[in-house]
Structures are given as structure tokens and as C-alpha cells.
């Protein structure tokens, strides 16, 4: 395969420039596929920096596949404390449970197969291929996009349309090395091609770079609306306890600890207590101390001085020492 130029100078820049991230070691194919599928999971809304820590806490407890379709929710819960977005973490197991029921145990190298299991939709099938059967795919993610913007100065709102950033991405043409040129190019948007302040001066393609000519580096944001919601949160207290209930309810944070809650739509005179970002919801949260405790199912109480011994999501955690505060 012949290499573009901008392939070439990509590339060079990463071998001398790669951070050492655990993820990366050299270890046996079979392990860079386990290791590339859980780093992939926690990536999707972290970045590389808060991930490492878990990421290393993860593989020493769970070291295969095997182990992690086996693995009891409550450790799996544990080992993802703080990464938020939980969803991920139960679609990592029922992605490992459903490889070993469907794929003889082995993480399969094909598109289809990849997006059919959970947790791993077009971005994350695309990173697997390249990162860990070395195939020839760019995933396109946050790191990547950026780079792309820049270097063709996309500003106009059809331009940063995803599907035009997935025909532009042929600019950057294809390696003979796709899992090094995958992670190339990410790292050029993590480490040079920055949110702000980019460093063109260390970058390996400034040379034809449309933004550095313009000396503009600003980056059109993409309308995503943020949703406001309106919840009334229950506070049950008994001495130091708080009663806490299993979310079946609502969406986020299924299935896990959290306060009883209800949504409100639309309430008048609504005095807010605390307000949480969760994606683009906007939670604005009215707290009410209610003395009778009701009937709930399987409720759960929590002493609030022994907080960390509790596995619950930082969500709950957050609203405890609010209330401890208060
Ligand atoms: S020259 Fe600057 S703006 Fe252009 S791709 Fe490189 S770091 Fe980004």
C-alpha cells in the first residue's frame, strides 16, 4: 500500500510521541482484544486520564473474558464507581456473556457481528476493528472529528453533519499499520489538535492545515438541545439513615441506588435544591423530607457516616453529603 503524506508525517509523529497507556502494552492478541473492548467501554464518555486508574483496577480483577461474563453485578458495580454512565458497564458483561454463548469465547473481527452485540454501536465496532485486528477503519471519534474540522476548516452546520465527516475522513488516507494510524490519529487530536490553544506549532500536518492559514481554530458547536426536567427527590430519614430504592423507573442510572424520586412535569413555583447535569437532561431536584416511611420494595438504608462503604452511583453519593450538609 502506498502511503499518502499526510499518512506518512502522522505516523512518524506517533512513534516518536505515544503516550504509554495500559491499554497499549504488548501482550498476546488475545489479550489486546480483551484489553481493547474494556478500554473502548470506559472511553465512550471518559477521557484517557480518569480511565487509566479503573481501566488497570478492572483487568487485575477481571482478566478475561471469561471471567467478566461471570463476574457478580455488585464487584463489577464497585469496580466502576465514579466512570458514571452505568449502562456501559452492564452492556460490557452482557457483551462478554453473549461472546462466549455466540462466538466460541472470542471477540469477533467482523462489522455485523460486532454492532449486533450490546453496548457497541457504529464508533466503537470501527475502534475495535482497527485498534484490535489491526483492519483498515478510522473510528471517528471526538479527538479525530476535531483534527478533521481543522485541517479542512468545516464550519457550516451541513459540513460537521456526521455523514459528511465520514466521507472527509478519506483525506487522511490508510496505513499499512491501521491500528497504529487509528491511534495516530486520535493522539494527534488528544495531545496537539487540543479543544483550545492548539499546538501548530508541534503538529505534523500544519503545513496544508486550512484553520492555521485562516488562524481561526474556533469549532462550530452541533445544536444539541438540553432537556430541563423537574423532580421531586424523597428523603426518608431515620437517625443517621437514608432510605434508598432500587431505580426501576427511569432510564438513567437503571437499576441502581437512588433516592425515591418522581418526575414533575411543568410544576409552578418550583423552588430548586440542587441541579445535576446528566448528558443533556438538566435535573432540577426538589428535596422533601417525608416522615411516615411507606412500603417500598426492597428498600435500602444507608448510614450516612459510612458513605464509602456503600456501592452507589456518585449521583446518590453527591445528594447524601449535600443533605448531610444541609
Ligand atoms: S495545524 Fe493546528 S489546527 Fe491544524 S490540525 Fe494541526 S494542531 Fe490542529
Known amino acids: 500500500m502506498k502511503e499518502q503524506l499526510v499518512t506518512k508525517k502522522i505516523l512518524k509523529w506517533y512513534d516518536l510521541n505515544k503516550r504509554s497507556l495500559p491499554w497499549r502494552k504488548n501482550v498476546s492478541f488475545q489479550k489486546r482484544q480483551y484489553f481493547t473492548l474494556v478500554s473502548e467501554f470506559m472511553l465512550q464518555q471518559t477521557q484517557v486520564v480518569t480511565v487509566i486508574p479503573y481501566f488497570n483496577r478492572f483487568i487485575k480483577d477481571i482478566p478475561n473474558l471469561k471471567a467478566l461474563s461471570k463476574v457478580k453485578s455488585k464487584k463489577l458495580i464497585k469496580l466502576w464507581e465514579g466512570l458514571g454512565y452505568y449502562s456501559r458497564v452492564r452492556n460490557l458483561k452482557k457483551t462478554a456473556q453473549k461472546i462466549i454463548k455466540n462466538f466460541d469465547g472470542k471477540l469477533p473481527d467482523n462489522f455485523e457481528d460486532l454492532i449486533s452485540l450490546p453496548g457497541i454501536g457504529n464508533y466503537t465496532a470501527n475502534a475495535i476493528l482497527s485498534i484490535a485486528f489491526n483492519k483498515a477503519y478510522i473510528p471517528l471519534d471526538g479527538n479525530i472529528e476535531r483534527v478533521l474540522k481543522r485541517y479542512l476548516y468545516l464550519k457550516k452546520e451541513r459540513d460537521i453533519q456526521k455523514d459528511n465527516l465520514i466521507k472527509k475522513k478519506s483525506i487522511f488516507g490508510m496505513s499499512s499499520r491501521p491500528s497504529d494510524y487509528a491511534q495516530a490519529l486520535m493522539e494527534l487530536g488528544a495531545l496537539i489538535c487540543k479543544p483550545t490553544n492548539p499546538l501548530c506549532n508541534r503538529c505534523p500536518i500544519s503545513k496544508k492545515c486550512k484553520s492555521l492559514l485562516k488562524k481561526d481554530f474556533d469549532l462550530t458547536k452541533k445544536n444539541k438541545k438540553n432537556i430541563n426536567k ?92 449535600y443533605l448531610m450538609r444541609n
Open 230 to 321: 423537574y423532580f421531586l427527590l424523597k428523603v426518608y430519614k431515620k437517625d443517621q439513615r437514608y432510605l434508598l430504592i432500587k431505580n426501576t423507573k427511569f432510564n438513567f442510572l437503571k437499576n441502581l441506588t437512588i433516592f425515591p424520586m418522581e418526575e414533575l412535569s411543568k410544576p409552578k413555583n418550583f423552588d430548586e435544591n440542587l441541579n445535576f447535569k446528566m448528558s443533556n437532561m438538566n435535573m432540577n431536584i426538589k428535596i422533601k423530607y417525608v416522615k411516615n416511611t411507606r412500603k417500598f420494595q426492597s428498600p435500602y438504608w444507608i448510614n450516612e457516616k459510612k458513605l464509602d462503604n456503600y456501592m452507589l452511583p456518585s449521583f446518590t453519593k453527591k445528594i447524601v453529603k
